[in-house]
């Protein structure tokens, strides 16, 4: 051990050892990698060694892909077996709703490139012996699945690590980490203190407790978890002798299983529904290499299901019991990459499959720290997808619910139920009385729709439209036909001060910045040219801005807002968060409602579009921006927090006049759609640039120079690769969710962002990328939803207000 390195990884597990092996591959081998104990002493060494591609995230499911290919590579750069057997697998479905999930999963697989195929159940049993065929009504194959040796992998990858010149330091524990003032990182160990310019934390199941050494409370918690091997099975023997190959992998969703042979027996695993946190406040240092007692009680009804779906299971004994606890993100997702506020401290922590997605992360956080950049789509991994309201109590109940859904369908339109209400504003008391259906994004309850008449505004879920289609449908209309009220807290406010706030805005956005009183739309690049945010951006006083963005993306955001700060005070950057909240008025009686309540003049001439500008609305301090997200003529009014229930009262009393109706989120959604405008995370991501996202206008080359601006100025002359589309879908009782593939003269050509139902134009809508060549064709193109493929026609006017007129007028 060296008393300096480049990088120290800490932790050798799986992941720890991929993050390893990727740094000294792409060129840092000035590495080292600290492990407590012997590598894979934590939760990698019991791990059933199981990898798949699958995962809600059409992205992490690529890096899962690539994940499982790379297995032949650390063998060959390590001499290590890995021990992979690519078996396949089949994915095995009891219920009409898993197998439209399935549907819509193998049609994703189109533009993935996964090769999963729709098999009968009688099919699948010719794969899988052991299932009763009764109990099933269809299933997926799935080539990519397999196993494999989780120890001799983790070697393979250290190995290899090492052959590029990385170092491996066992049996030693980091017991502190702290900064210097030049930003590089002590870290203390048993065996002396290293001086690191980086440190990742690759602490597994002590991520979380690696990470209070640096100050931080990540949003991990392991959990305790349990698969069993059975004693050898006259089924398994006999299908091996008579087939000459082993029974493939299995996920039977409704029994909440993963089977796979295991020498001539089974190995059987289970997502029981009330999981068991292992250490939900400190997880204990002497823990290693060691398992938990077998408790098959938490697991009887699992089992009894497993039986029941797979008789053979109950005739055969048990050999042996694996408990054992591994850590989980909240939504399930690994968290990685840098920390806001903590220069060169990176997380690659709740890696909960990390023989499916350890390689991925490895890749991802290398490139990220030797880039700057992660070089895929990673923000469903990305630790900033979390902001301070996950605490431990919000992620230990979050982790729980997860687990416990492992293999449960979460519908498009649900809205789970842990860890809520957790942020809400002043409104929430309020529009829970008016029968408001809520929803959490980034721990903000925010109103979907309200029920009228007095009904429960329970939603039921589907992947179809709901019982709030027809709710939400004359909320769109109201807006459309007269004006709509709708709280627009959740947006992320961001307060930008100081003499160079607009120099510097100005080298951050890609757009002009705005002139005092004004309203600019603005994308945010990354060094390459790709879209890393979407803001409006308002000049409020000559050093005074405020930027309005994605509620979901603050922490995103604002680590890259601070780690693009200058040093010396000059500019100030502050999230506003709900201390600012805001109320948006929409529709054509939106301007007399608004001059009512406030007693100004909200002409044209007086309130243009895109004007921004301080007033009062009654007694309540506001500031309006002339812009609204429903396409139509609206307001953004913003106040302080305290000043939000007055501002309500004013405008729904001065709103009784003009037929005010209450939308929520859904509503405006729909709105949006009609003007073919995205949304971040939908349309707007790191894998497309501002040209291919139709974003071209807001960009302005010719003004100073900004980040991305190269990668933007060669996407303008390349003309990207890719293109946003938006259609109109010949569907009659369904909509896309997203993630849907896109086909053209019979070939998957695309992907669906985003879309749904246009109430207004009473049309259903997509939204998705396709290649450039194709996207100026006007017929031949198909979206399939659910497994059936529907008439898409491009939509290049929008449906609503196409010259702006309303908008503007
Ligand atoms: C029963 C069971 C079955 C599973 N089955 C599968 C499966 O089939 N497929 C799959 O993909 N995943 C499976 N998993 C999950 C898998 O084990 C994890 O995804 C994986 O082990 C995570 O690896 P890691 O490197 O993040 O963490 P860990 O394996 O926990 O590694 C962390 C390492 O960091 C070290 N460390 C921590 N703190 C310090 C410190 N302060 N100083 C020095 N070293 C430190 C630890 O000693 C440890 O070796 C299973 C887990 C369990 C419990």
Redesign the pocket.
């Known amino acids: 051990m060296k008393s300096h390195y480049r990088a120290v990884v ?7 050892c991929s993050v390893l092996y990727h740094l000294a591959k792409r060129g840092w081998s000035d590495v080292c990698l ?4 012997e590598l ?5 060494w ?6 798949h591609t699958l995962n809600g995230d059409p992205n992490v499911a690529r890096l899962q892909e690539y994940t499982i290919n790379l297995y032949r590579e650390i063998e060959e750069a390590s001499g290590q077996a890995t021990g992979v057997h690519l078996t396949g697998g089949v994915m095995l479905v009891s219920n009409k709703e898993r197998w439209d999930w399935l549907k819509m999963a193998h049609a994703r697989n189109r533009y993935l490139g996964v090769a999963t195929e729709l098999i009968s159940v009688k099919e699948a049993r010719k794969r899988f012996p052991i299932m009763d065929e009764g109990q099933f009504v269809g299933a997926m194959w799935h080539p990519l699945e397999g196993h494999l040796d989780p120890s001799g992998t983790t070697h393979a990858f250290a190995r290899a690590a090492r052959n590029k010149g990385a170092e491996v330091v066992r049996k030693t ?2 017991t502190d980490t702290r900064q210097r003032p030049d930003g590089t990182w002590d870290v203390i160990t048993g065996h002396g203190t290293i001086q690191a310019e980086h440190v990742v934390n ?5 991520g979380r407790e ?1 990470g209070r050494m640096a100050g931080l409370e990540l949003p991990v918690l392991c959990m305790a ?3 069993l091997i059975t004693e050898e099975m006259p089924e398994v023997v006999a299908f091996n002798k008579e087939t000459g190959h082993e029974i493939v992998h299995c996920i039977d969703f409704d029994g909440e299983l993963y089977m796979r042979q295991e020498r001539t027996g089974m190995l059987v ?1 289970t997502y029981e529904p009330h999981g068991q946190p292992w250490s939900p406040r400190v997880a204990p240092w002497d823990f290693s290499s060691e398992l938990l007692a077998p408790d098959l009680d938490k697991i009887a009804d699992n089992l009894e299901r497993a039986f029941r779906h797979h008789p053979a299971l109950a005739r055969a004994g048990i050999k042996n019991v ?1 408990h ?3 850590a989980f993100g909240p939504d399930g997702n690994p968290l990685i990459g840098p920390i806001r506020g903590l220069s060169n401290y990176w997380v690659a922590v709740g ?6 997605q350890g390689g991925g992360v490895g890749l991802a956080l290398a490139n990220w720290m030797v880039d700057g950049d992660p070089g895929f789509d990673v923000w469903a991994m990305d630790v900033a997808r979390y902001g301070a309201f996950a605490n431990m109590a919000y992620t230990n109940a979050k982790v729980i619910e997860n687990y416990g859904r492992r293999f449960r369908i979460t519908f498009p339109n649900e809205e789970l139920p842990a860890a809520r209400p957790l942020r809400t504003t002043p409104l929430y008391d309020r529009f829970k009385a008016m029968n408001a259906c809520f929803g959490a994004a980034f721990g903000l309850e925010q109103a979907l729709w309200f029920a009228p008449g007095g009904k429960k505004p329970v939603e039921k879920v589907t992947f179809r439209r709901s019982n709030a289609f027809a709710i939400v449908a004359s909320e769109c209309r109201a807006v459309r036909a007269g004006v709509g009220v709708m709280e627009v807290s959740g947006y992320a406010k961001y307060e930008v001060t100081g003499n160079d706030a607009e120099g510097w805005l100005s080298r951050l956005l890609a757009n002009r910045m705005p002139p005092q009183g004004k309203l600019a739309l603005s994308p945010m690049l990354n060094e390459a040219g790709k879209l890393i945010g979407d803001f409006t951006v308002a000049k409020a006083a000559d050093e005074r801005f405020y930027i309005f963005g994605s509620g979901v993306a603050e922490a995103y955001h604002m680590r890259w807002f601070e780690g693009h700060l200058p040093d010396d005070g000059r500019v100030r950057v502050r999230a506003l968060g709900a201390a600012m909240c805001g109320l948006t008025i929409a529709g054509p009686q939106s301007r007399a409602l608004l001059a009512g309540a406030s007693g100004e003049d909200m002409s044209n001439e007086a309130m243009p579009f895109l004007a921004f500008r301080e007033m009062d609305i009654g007694l309540v301090p506001a500031r309006v921006g002339r812009i609204s997200f429903t396409g139509d003529l609206g307001y953004e009014i913003w106040v302080a927090s305290d000043y939000l229930l007055t501002l309500h009262g004013i405008l729904t009393r001065a709103g009784a006049d003009f037929g005010l109706a209450h939308f929520g989120g859904r509503a405006l959604m729909s709105l949006r759609l009609e003007k073919n405008w995205g949304t971040w995370a939908r349309e707007y991501r790191p894998i497309y640039g501002p040209y291919e996202a139709g974003l071209g206008r807001f960009v302005a080359l010719k003004k100073n120079d900004f980040i991305g601006r190269d990668g933007a100025l060669r996407e303008k002359e390349a003309g990207g690769k890719l293109a946003l589309v938006c259609f109109t879908v010949e569907t009659r009782d369904v909509d896309v969710i997203g993630d849907e593939p896109i086909w053209h003269d019979g070939k998957v050509i695309g992907w669906v962002t985003s879309g749904g139902f246009a109430h207004w134009a009473g049309k259903s809508v997509a939204m998705g990328y396709v290649p450039r060549e194709i996207a100026a064709a006007e017929t031949g193109f198909e979206i399939e939803i659910i497994g059936k493929r529907y008439k898409a026609s491009p939509q290049r006017q929008p449906l609503f207000d196409p010259d702006g007129s309303r908008m503007r007028g």
Do not use: K, N
Request: glycine share 28%.
């Open positions: 800490i932790g050798g597990g799986v992941v720890g600290i492990e407590r104990d894979t002493s934590g939760s990698t019991h791990a059933a060694g199981g990898f524990r980091v690759c602490g597994g199941l002590w690696v978890h349990q698969f695993g694996i054992g606890p591994f890696v909960m499959a990390g023989f499916s």
